[in-house]
């Protein structure tokens, strides 16, 4: 696999020399792509969209970052509140929200000149549960981080290792509202008063307070910070006038992402094993596509991913059963496969190193697509 910063470099690569819109929140993907952005990209861009439903401070950092990074950028103002089939808050918000930002985002990046729209999605992101990455492929939004096979673990190290500064506040406040329940201005403004207050007393960014039934659920990063009697007891107080019925806090919270691939070992046979559900279905006519596009490219001259395009060796369809099984063009003593169902599992079996099995699931997660929001 590569390193660190050889992938960087690759961002480095694709972006050069490019005239590009970012779409920009500050916080540490889009941040990153900004940094990287500046010194290679022809002429670049940053569009924030603030949908008036974000945390405190949240248009002021992206103003304050782009000014620092000496990048012109460009705000759109919308209040979502006003949106009838957003406030609704069933299990198309998100999916929703993004077609609503990125119809603005594309179109002032168009009337400005910038046909090449790039955000900082990365392949993490691609085994969440996050349908707004359906609008991605829609609008031809590109996501440099996926192509150069950057995950987050490594996204915030490279940040950490340059002391890049990021906003940790950048999430929709209407992500803690429990899906079904209707979103309103009072429940927004409560949610964004409280976290302040408690981000105030603990001295953390990293706070969510989720609603469900009138109960406030306290999410913290670093549990240390709050678990003090004078601290909760100061919450209480600063919060008893926010109508809760109960406030409680989680102590199981952990803000990390689901590993990428877990590996099974066969010590028998020497080789090495996966099996990955994924949170959403996929949609294998458009995924097949993508794979035999990505296999065809084998043939082009002009092929720059040689590694990648030549990965599959053959491609075996079952419509009816719901699965696509792929054999694998790697050097091997074995004969390695995957197998994409149509359900969200993802298995590999038959590879002789992990290395080999990691690269050959992110080169094909890379090509999945995600099943369409009816």
Wanted: proline share 1%; charged share 30%; aromatic share 8%.
């Amino acid at each position: 696999m590569k390193t660190i910063n050889q992938k960087i470099e690759k961002v480095k690569e694709i972006l050069k020399d490019k005239k590009v819109a970012i779409s920009f929140s500050g916080g540490a993907d889009s941040t990153l792509l900004a940094y990287l952005a500046k010194d290679v990209c022809k002429d670049l861009i940053l569009i924030t969209y603030n949908n008036c439903i974000m945390p405190t401070n949240f248009v002021e950092f992206t103003k304050e970052k782009a000014s620092e990074l000496k990048i012109n950028h460009e705000i759109i103002e919308n209040d979502f509140i006003n949106i009838d089939n957003f406030v609704e808050n069933d299990h198309n918000r998100c999916y929703v929200c993004r077609k609503l930002m990125y119809d603005t985002i594309k179109q002032v990046a168009n009337d400005k000149g910038y046909q090449i729209i790039i955000d900082g999605t990365n392949i993490s992101d691609l085994i969440e549960d996050r349908p707004g990455i359906l609008i991605n492929y829609m609008y031809e939004i590109q996501s440099p981080f996926i192509e150069a096979k950057l995950e987050s673990d490594e996204i915030h190290k490279y940040l950490k290792d340059n002391n890049i500064n990021y906003s940790k506040a950048t999430t929709c406040l209407a992500t803690r509202i429990k899906t079904g329940e209707e979103i309103t201005a009072d429940k927004i403004n409560r949610i964004s008063y409280s976290e302040d207050i408690i981000k105030n007393i603990t001295n953390s960014d990293e706070i969510r307070l989720r609603e469900e039934n009138n109960i406030g659920t306290i999410e913290i990063e670093d549990i240390e910070k709050i678990i003090d009697l004078d601290k909760i007891n100061t919450i209480k107080d600063e919060l008893k006038l926010m109508n809760y019925d109960k406030l409680l806090l989680n102590i199981n919270y952990e803000n990390k992402k689901s590993k990428l691939i877990e590996f099974k070992e066969d010590k028998i046979n020497n080789t090495y094993a996966f099996e990955k559900d994924l949170p959403y279905k996929i949609d294998l006519n458009s995924t097949k596509e993508k794979l035999e596009s990505l296999s065809n490219s084998s043939n082009s001259s002009n092929n720059n991913n040689h590694k990648d395009s030549n990965i599959i060796k053959t491609i075996r369809y079952l419509e009816d059963i719901g699965f696509i099984t792929l054999e694998l063009n790697i050097n091997s003593s074995t004969k390695p496969t995957i197998t994409i169902f149509k359900t969200g599992k993802i298995t590999g079996k038959d590879f002789n190193s992990k290395e080999d099995t990691k690269n050959a699931f992110i080169t094909i997660l890379q090509n999945i697509r995600r099943e369409k929001i009816e």
